[in-house]
């Protein structure tokens, strides 16, 4: 593996979805790590504290580890992740950065996931390709499973 020859184009992934819901019904959601792995019922997961840790459970992917990195309820969050290497905790070589940014456009709410990193990531390049391809074909399904999730939910 030859560093630096991954592009950067492909090192960011950013969508957005707009969500018929106000930011605070849309925010504990995001404040609850690893929701995008698999969004709990109930939303049981817990709200993310800065510095804290949990684990996302996926029934085929895995175990994911997922580090809040940055909380500035109820607006922004990040959290780092290891999307190539499940069940390995995130750290410096394994790990993405994600982020979510929520701005209300009148009584919506606009979701933003900025995902970044891929090219830091310390895996063969068809490892990190593949993970590339999966999270750019999966952040659009995550969000439509977010927007369903909060509409759907009293509130």
Request: proline share 8%; aromatic share 8%; glycine share 8%.
């Amino acid at each position: 593996m030859v560093e630096n020859e991954f592009p950067a184009s492909e090192d960011r992934i950013e969508r957005d979805t707009l969500i018929d819901a106000p930011v605070e019904r849309v925010w504990p959601l995001v404040a609850t790590p690893g929701f995008w792995v698999a969004i709990p019922d109930d939303d049981e997961g817990g709200t993310a504290v800065e510095g804290g840790a949990a684990v996302a459970r996926h029934a085929e992917h895995g175990e994911f580890p997922v580090r809040v990195v940055k909380v500035e309820a109820p607006s922004y969050i990040a959290y780092r992740w290891a999307p190539a290497t499940p069940g390995q905790e995130p750290a410096e070589g394994n790990s993405t950065l994600v982020e979510f940014t929520l701005s209300a456009e009148g009584d919506k709410t606009r979701l933003t996931v900025v995902e970044s990193g891929f090219a830091a990531l310390a895996v063969p390049d068809d490892v990190r390709a593949q993970t590339v391809r999966n999270l750019t074909e999966g952040w659009p399904q995550v969000l439509d499973a977010a927007k369903k999730h909060v509409e759907e939910s009293t509130g």
